[in-house]
């Protein structure tokens, strides 16, 4: 595999979301593991569905493994990886050398670190060193602070003070996730995203309440800022936003 070529991008791509819990692909609320919704029980057939609609890259979350700290779905991914050859971005418990290492191995193009990228900032130098280009950080925030163990602890850390951390020619991208908006259709948060992007050269992603193809156009509008990708979830399997619509529009 290749690294990441995602700084060259130039508009905002749309990436589906595939969240892992069980073997199955699902959708929590606001982060919340007793929350979900059970959308389909082949998640290999999910992203089948979603390369034909013309997704050029998938974003998978183990979140069994967010939560408890060491993969748990990883013969799902397998199945994945296997079925469709697009870019696949990963995360959700991946926090030493070793998982990395098999994860890549197994064919997943980036993969993301999230807790371990502030809990080990050690293990994030090394990985980023020794996989230049494959490392993505997520970075998810309740009211404006890092949170991290699959959304379940607060630190005392700002989103954007840590962002400000990195070290942009080791990082492919950053991945800001709004935990009030993720999984509840009411649109991204502009301004935090916007704010993040600002403070840093580093590619930013955004996640969290994407729910509508006015909210795909507010963040084109944005782009010049840093934000190069859009991750939506619910509203795909809902039906809220039509994929091949958001992919019409941002010329991917």
């Known amino acids: 595999m290749q690294p990441d070529d995602f700084k060259k991008e130039r508009n905002v791509i749309v990436i ?10 699902v959708r929590l609320s606001q982060g919340e593991m007793h929350r979900e919704t059970v959308y389909s029980l082949d998640p290999a057939e999910t992203a089948l569905k979603w390369r034909a609609l013309g997704a050029r890259r998938l ?5 069994d493994g967010a939560v408890g700290g060491k993969p748990h779905n990883r013969e799902a991914i397998r199945r ?3 079925a469709v050859d697009m870019h696949i971005e990963l995360g ?17 193009d980036s993969v993301i670190l999230g807790t371990a990228a502030i809990k080990d900032p050690a293990l994030r130098h090394e990985a980023c060193e020794r996989y230049p280009g494959r ?3 997520g970075i998810d ?3 404006g602070m890092v949170s991290v163990q699959g959304w379940t602890e607060t630190t ?15 990082v492919s991208a950053i ?22 992007a600002r403070s840093v050269s580093i590619p930013v992603i955004a996640s969290g309440g994407i729910s509508s193809l006015d909210d795909i156009r507010r963040l084109q509008e944005v782009e010049s800022c840093g934000i190069m990708g859009a991750i939506t979830g619910r509203a795909l399997y809902t039906g809220d936003l039509d994929l091949a619509e958001c992919i019409a529009i941002t010329g991917q």
Do not use: Q, W
């Open 16 to 25: 589906p979301a595939i969240d892992l819990k069980n073997g199955k692909c």
């Open 59 to 63: 974003h998978i979350v183990d979140l």
């Open 80 to 82: 994945i990886r296997a």
């Open 92 to 108: 959700g418990g991946i926090r030493d050398l070793d998982t990395i290492t098999a994860y890549l191995d197994d064919g997943i």
């Open 135 to 137: 490392i993505i950080i």
């Open 141 to 143: 925030a309740r009211d």
């Open 156 to 170: 005392a850390t700002s989103a954007v003070d840590f962002a400000r951390e990195l070290d942009p020619a080791a």
């Open 175 to 196: 991945i800001f996730t709004d935990i009030s908006r993720d999984g509840m259709l009411t649109g991204p948060n502009i301004e935090s995203t916007v704010a993040l």
